[in-house]
């Protein structure tokens, strides 16, 4: 875990530079402040994310709780804990929550893409082992929470080349071409689909429910969420008289 937070840091000051080049000029400062809300939000539901699944554990050690430097970490919480952080800028800044969810959701492609490299480097959210003397060219000797290291399927780098392709496509749309929330829409959906997809494959050790991680029934949610408020942007656009 020693470099993960410096990924995490990196895709925070990248996600500031995201909201900045789309900010108002005139009113940035105040945007900066909403930035640091949701960015702290954002952690912190990230690290309560994790201690509610892993409750047991930390019952025996409860100051462990408030040590994220010790590792453990949920991205559902993250996302929880953004989107809290979203609505309530939108609170202060009395403004539509669908122009702040379109400007500040943009936080939100740095971040997965240098998380995704975090874990890479630190040994969590690893791909499936391949079976011992596999010749398969694409596969990665990759660390794991033991400190070991075994040829896995290249989950984290995949995930972040793909998430950045997608971030990259979303990036060239013209915003005022679509509806208000539509950005924030795709975006959380596409988010989803590609963590699904990855949680499938994932090998590091989570409870599973009906056949599926906990993380992948998340993404479901959240994809479904995300399909939710896109029907929501579509309908909601009045014609003009």
């Known amino acids: 875990m ?26 940035f400062d105040r945007w900066l402040w909403m930035v640091m809300l949701v960015l702290a939000l954002s952690l912190a539901g990230s690290r309560a994310g994790f201690v509610l699944t892993h409750a047991f554990a930390y ?16 991205w559902v919480g993250a996302v929880a804990g953004g989107m809290l952080g979203i609505g309530l800028a939108a609170l202060i800044l009395k403004m539509p929550l669908a122009a702040a969810a379109d400007l500040l959701i943009w936080l939100l492609p740095p971040l997965a893409v240098l998380i995704w490299l975090g874990c890479w480097v630190s040994g969590c959210a690893y791909g499936i082992a391949l079976p011992d003397g596999a010749s398969a060219w694409w596969g990665i000797n990759t660390l794991d929470e033991t400190g070991g ?13 793909i998430l950045l392709a997608f ?6 749309v013209n915003p005022t071409t679509l509806p208000p929330c539509c950005m924030t829409a795709i975006i959380l959906s596409g988010f989803a689909l590609i963590q699904f997809v990855a949680s499938l494959v994932r090998a590091d050790p989570v409870k599973v ?9 998340a993404s479901l949610i959240l994809l479904g969420f995300g399909f939710i408020l896109l029907v929501w942007s579509c309908v909601s656009v009045r014609k003009p008289a």
């Open 2 to 27: 020693e470099f993960f937070p410096l990924f995490l840091a990196a895709g925070a000051i990248l996600g500031l530079i995201m909201v900045y080049r789309r900010a108002p000029r005139e009113t």
């Open 59 to 74: 019952a025996s050690r409860p100051l462990e709780v408030f040590m994220p430097w010790l590792g453990g970490l949920s």
């Open 149 to 161: 290291i075994l040829l896995r399927i290249p989950l984290q780098p995949a995930a972040s080349l």
């Open 167 to 172: 971030f990259f496509c979303m990036e060239l």
């Open 209 to 217: 429910i009906h056949g599926l991680r906990m993380d992948a029934w």
